[in-house]
């Protein structure tokens, strides 16, 4: 009832978000076409690999109305000033991750530039959380918020492998905001989540498969910065009427869903005894595709399921108790991802290992020595064209 009030009294505010994402969602689609040359180059960005011929920059449309959003909120006094605060530091943040992604997805920037500056922009949104947290805690809080707030950009780029599995995802994660808002009465997040969830509804419809569009660097990275400032609004609105270690944990709770996909790539690599920074096609994306047959918006839905259960089941008992909920999430989503998935994973790991000792045996009789890499600076290959003759 108060969101369907607020946006009586705000039309202006609901169409603009709307018309923002169809119009820049209807230019990159037709930018293939775009003849003024200046603005085709600036628009037509295919997409890597992409067997659809889709373009990038579905991001943008995600920037833009993010923006209008925020701004139009903090412009016309809808926010208290700690909101303000966190507010300006979004904002900034949006120009940085929009910037990077857009010279990443025409350039393909390096990945140690890429993480820096994504670093960088979580950084710059932690120093306005100085304002928003009491003295006693900074000391704790902004390292946390700076270790969460890089992990969430990486686990949403990690959960943006698919057509559809984006908007799928995130939808359980903007569920759950909402949800939250709705049990703690925090007005701002009962109004923002909808409005900012407009614009992954219109991505759906140029993103299902086979998808026209794809979010692209800045989509994956706005969405990971939208859920850190939504976050931020759950702990402005909580903390003096739950305490701030409480506050803590309700805003944290979301953002378990892409931290949720970072922290099992990584755990799995290192169980693997493979290194954790390497990349592999073992997510659970690449695991329902490959392995079990299905089709890219099925995977998608199956991933989104995966999620959703266990939020669900928490969010009834949420109010009980913040913190033992915020692990029973964790634990419950990590578990049924790993139930999904290890099999796999085992098969993947005992073929590689099989493979090994089969090319080492192969060689070995060859009367090929092997030694280890170790002690070898460097080498060189020659190959003899010549034949003995007997």
Not at 50 to 58: E, I, M, P, Y
Not at 174 to 193: A, D, M, V
């Amino acid at each position: 009832m108060i969101l369907l009030d607020f946006l009586m009294n705000h039309k202006i505010l609901l169409i603009g978000t709307v018309l923002i994402n169809l119009g820049l969602l209807f230019t990159v689609a037709r930018s293939r076409s775009i003849k003024n040359t200046i603005l085709r180059e600036l628009f037509y960005i295919p997409a890597r690999k992409s067997k659809t011929n889709a373009v990038v920059l579905g991001g943008l449309a995600l920037s833009f109305s993010t923006l209008f959003v925020v701004y139009y909120f903090y412009s016309n006094s809808l926010m208290i000033t700690l909101e303000k605060f966190s507010s300006l530091g979004f904002i900034l943040s949006i120009f940085l991750v929009t910037i990077h992604g857009y010279l990443d997805d025409k350039f393909e920037i390096s990945p140690r530039i890429k993480l820096l500056s994504q670093l960088f922009a979580v950084m710059t949104f932690s120093l306005f959380l100085v304002i928003i947290l009491q003295r006693e805690f900074i000391i704790f809080f902004i390292p946390i918020a700076v270790f969460w707030g890089f992990g969430t950009l990486n686990g949403s780029n990690l959960l943006d492998g698919l057509d559809t599995m984006t908007v799928k995802v995130s939808s359980v994660v903007f569920l759950t905001f909402y949800s939250i808002g709705f049990l703690y009465n925090i007005k701002n997040i009962i109004l923002i989540t909808p409005l900012l969830y407009i614009g992954i509804c219109s991505f759906y419809f140029f993103n299902k498969e086979p998808a026209k569009i794809h979010l692209g660097e800045i989509g994956a990275n706005l969405l990971g910065l939208t859920y850190i400032f939504l976050s931020s609004l759950i702990y402005i609105n909580t903390f003096k009427e739950i305490g701030p270690s409480q506050a803590i944990f309700l805003s944290l709770l979301p953002l378990s869903i892409p931290m949720i996909e970072l922290a099992v790539s990584f755990l799995r690599r290192l169980y693997f005894k493979k290194s954790p920074f390497k990349s592999d096609r073992l997510h659970i994306h690449h695991i329902l595709t490959r392995e079990r047959k299905y089709s890219a918006s099925k995977a998608a839905s199956a991933t989104a399921l995966i999620f959703l259960v266990p939020t669900l089941v928490c969010l009834f008992i949420l109010q009980d108790n913040v913190v033992l909920t915020y692990f029973i999430h964790g634990f419950s989503s990590m578990g049924l991802y790993i139930l999904v998935c290890y099999k796999y994973w085992k098969k993947d790991h005992d073929l590689e290992m099989q493979e090994s000792i089969e090319v080492g045996k192969n060689l070995k009789s060859k009367n090929i020595k092997l030694i280890s890499s170790k002690i070898v600076e460097d080498f060189e290959i020659i190959i003899d064209s010549e034949q003995k003759k007997d």
